[in-house]
């Protein structure tokens, strides 16, 4: 199931931190290397094969993707929220704490496809609560590619997204790709978000 519009490539609003032009990019700026890493990011969100597909067939987590995409997130950075959720849960099921011992092998873990074999992630650990924090995380994450720190911010501010969708075309930047809500199967299994079918004018 594949929708042709120009979901490929979303293009909503500015988010709400919004209604903000964006400048010529900020310092340290690569438009290629943004652009790649969001390429990167996709390729590692295919590994959530079996996760993906249950949160978007239960209500809830669907509700709290669809409100992510009107607050003004792009598909890619959803996927690194829950990506990052997932991963914590998996590292915390495997023993593996930050910092401690190998962080090739957290990195292992976190690309490494779903089997039937891998351990049930609780959709629980996506509430709210949980998506709004590792979404302002991967925010700061992004920032740090660009060589950005900030002060620690209040729940709910977001002030470094603003500044990454000021100057760092954060609410722009993304690639051609399948679109969160329609990457299903009519098996219900999750399709690569980059392997996309042919357009109408190929």
Known sequence: ???????YLRKRPVPSCAGVLVSCGGPGYDRAESLQAIRERYEVANA??????RLLSDQAARATIVRLRNEGWLDWQILVTLVNIAMNWRMKHAGIQIGVGDPRRA?????????ALSPEIPLSEFGDDEVNMYAAIQAVSVARRWDLRGRSAV???YAMRDLLVRRYWYA????????????LDDDGNLLSFLDL???PDS
């Not at 199931?1 to 979901?7: A, E, P």
């Not at 722009?172 to 990457?183: A, E, F, K, S, W």
């Open 48 to 53: 959530l094969r079996l996760t993906l597909p």
């Open 155 to 157: 729940p709910g501010e």
């Open 107 to 115: 990195i292992r873990l976190a690309r490494e496809p779903e089997t």
């Open 1 to 7: 199931m594949f929708t042709n519009r120009m979901s």
């Open 172 to 183: 722009v930047d993304d690639i051609p790709h399948r679109d969160l809500l329609d990457c």
């Open 197 to 199: 079918p042919p357009g």
